[in-house]
Structures are given as C-alpha cells and as structure tokens.
C-alpha cells in the first residue's frame, strides 16, 4: 500500500529505478515512440495542483514499482517557482524531437535538483511548507 502524501499544490521530484528506457508517454501508445526515454539516470522536476493525484499519475506511465515520488514543498502558486526551475535548470533539460526543452532532466542528481527547488522557493520570497527531502533506494 502506497503512503498517502499531501493532496494540495506544490513542488515535487520523481525519479526511476528501471535501468531500460522508458517513454515518457508509455502510457499513450499513438505517441510512445517519438517521445523522450527515460531511466534510473534521470530525474524530474514539477507542480502539481494536487501532489497526490500527480504521484498516480506517474504511477500510471511507468508502473508504481518504479516511481520514486518525492513532493518538496507545499506551495499555493507552485507555477511561479516552476517557471525559475525551468529557467535555473535549463541546461540539464532533455531536449525532445522538436527541440523543446522538456523537464526531464540528465547530468543532475535529484539532490541537485532538490537544493535548486530550495534555493529557487526562497529566492522568490513566496511562503511554503517543507515536506520532505529527496530519499533514495
């Protein structure tokens, strides 16, 4: 049984386990193909309006056996510090077929990543809640 995690908006990381390459869009097969592949190498940055709704839908694309879900911060407006990650991680951002930065990330760790989503919540001076840090298996 999964743990329930904090249902409201906020920033979260997931990582991977699995060592083949998956598609980001396993779980659409019209699209699978040309999307971006990922494994146990990468790792994602995100906001969700409800951090555990999100969690299954990643559940959903690539099998709750490989999903590691870690939400960072409640936050009401987690789109403005989306917008500075993307911004503070753009060169770590996979770029897909079209050219696109996606937010999928490669040559970062989740611990990067997470001190980032830190650094990124207190420069912009928006209150938040701490929920957790990045745990790896």
Known sequence: MQASIHRGPGIYIVTLTNEHLISVNADRPAIAERCIKVNREHCKFGKALNLQTRRGNYFKTFGAEQVQFHPIAAVDQPEAIEAL??????????????????????????????????????????PYTSLGRVRLS
Do not use: D, M, Q
């Open 85 to 126: 990650l993307a911004l503070r991680l753009l060169p770590f951002r996979i770029r897909g077929s079209t050219g696109r930065p996606n937010e999928w990330l490669s040559g970062i760790t989740p611990l990067e990543v997470e001190a980032e989503v830190l650094a990124a919540l207190k420069s912009c001076g928006r």
